[in-house]
């Protein structure tokens, strides 16, 4: 069955950077986009990207560009998303999320499994 | 960006009740629209996708309907295990977005 399987909590300080790891299995790892999304506390879904694990080609939401990269290594099927000059209000757990393609649309942003999360916390 | 909008906030309903969710979009996102479950301490879960095809796995109490603008999510008679924040989203434009949650609460 798909899994993936997200590297445990972080905590970090204003300015640092974090590396979240997403280890995949299960599936074709290189079949399936392989997107970012993030969850404040006690708020809503942000999402923030993807990756093309085949490719290794991204799309980065805007909100995020210049601090977030994703990469990903296929011998090991792990997809992996770093974010730097982090700042408190990035003190939120951040989830893998494979991304299921749509024939019509072109796209890969139905979310069909999930990691377990990643908290990261920024904190002085 | 297409904004999604959840109502109501918070569902307050006794086990063995019908609960009735909500989503509307910003802008027609034709029926590509997901719901997904949360429960507390753990990633969303896929229930519904294409507006109202079940994802694997998910009972047949859990139902969507809509297409356009105007989306359901229906639960027949809700379990225990069904209280928890539901999630809708929709996946046919770029970025993808979702509404911010309906909790749906033990009365």
């Known amino acids: 069955q798909v899994q993936l399987v997200q590297s445990g909590a972080e905590m970090k300080k204003p300015g640092a950077s974090v590396k979240v790891s997403c280890k995949a299995s299960?599936?074709?790892?290189?079949?399936?986009?392989m997107n970012w999304v993030r969850q404040a506390p006690g708020q809503g879904l942000e999402w923030m990207g993807w990756?093309?694990?085949?490719?290794?080609?991204?799309h980065y939401v805007q909100n995020f560009r210049g601090r977030v990269t994703m990469t990903r290594d296929t011998s090991i099927t792990t997809a992996y998303m770093e974010l730097s000059r982090l700042r408190s209000d990035d003190t939120a757990m951040y989830y893998c999320?494979?991304?299921?393609?749509?024939?019509?649309?072109?796209?890969?942003?139905?979310?069909?499994?999930w990691g377990q999360g990643t908290l990261v916390t920024v904190s002085s | 960006e297409i904004v999604l909008t959840q109502s109501p906030g918070t569902l307050s309903l006794s086990p063995g009740e019908r609960g009735t969710l909500s989503c509307r979009a910003s802008?027609?996102?034709?029926?590509?629209l997901a719901w997904y479950q949360q429960k507390p301490g753990q990633a969303p879960r896929l229930l519904i996708y294409?507006?109202?095809s079940r994802a694997t796995g998910i009972p047949d109490r859990f139902s969507g309907s809509g297409s356009g603008t105007d989306f359901t999510l229906s639960i027949s008679r809700l379990e225990p295990e069904d209280f928890a924040v539901y999630y809708c989203?929709?996946?046919?434009?770029?970025?993808?977005?979702f509404g911010g949650g309906t909790k749906v609460e033990i009365k």
């Open positions: 802008q027609s996102v034709s029926s590509y």
């Open positions: 989203q929709q996946y046919g434009s770029s970025p993808p977005s």
């Open positions: 294409s507006a109202s």
């Open positions: 999320a494979r991304g299921n393609y749509d024939v019509w649309t072109g796209y890969y942003y139905l979310f069909d499994s």
């Open positions: 990756i093309n694990p085949d490719s290794g080609a991204t």
């Open positions: 299960g599936y074709t790892f290189t079949g399936y986009y």
